[in-house]
């Protein structure tokens, strides 16, 4: 099921690193997915900024090696498609 708005924003307030991690996985867009839309391109922009922070912090690299750390697994992730999103929707719903 898919999060609002209010409760991404929340997600990403509450510096619980596995609930943001939970917003940049649910957000993330690889270069074959169809495009999002410019408010959820902000929040995942927000939920990958706080992200890659704490990565960098506690694996001491810098913010643009956490987020290309980040991106690296992110892509290593099954990726969904509509047809797997409507279908888990409607799984969900029952």
């Known amino acids: 099921m898919v999060a609002s708005r209010p409760e991404y924003e929340a997600k990403i ?8 991690s939970e917003v940049v996985r649910d957000l993330y867009r690889s270069e074959e997915q169809p495009e999002q839309s410019y408010s959820e391109r902000q929040l995942f922009e927000q939920a990958m900024d706080r992200m890659s922070r704490e990565i960098g912090a506690v694996n001491r ?8 750390l980040i991106e690296k697994n992110l892509a290593k992730s099954p990726k969904r498609t509509k ?4 279908e888990s929707d409607e799984e969900a719903a029952a």
């Open 13 to 20: 307030n509450s510096g619980d690193l596995i609930a943001i």
């Open 83 to 86: 047809a797997d999103a409507a």
């Open 61 to 68: 690299l810098t913010l643009t090696e956490a987020v290309q």
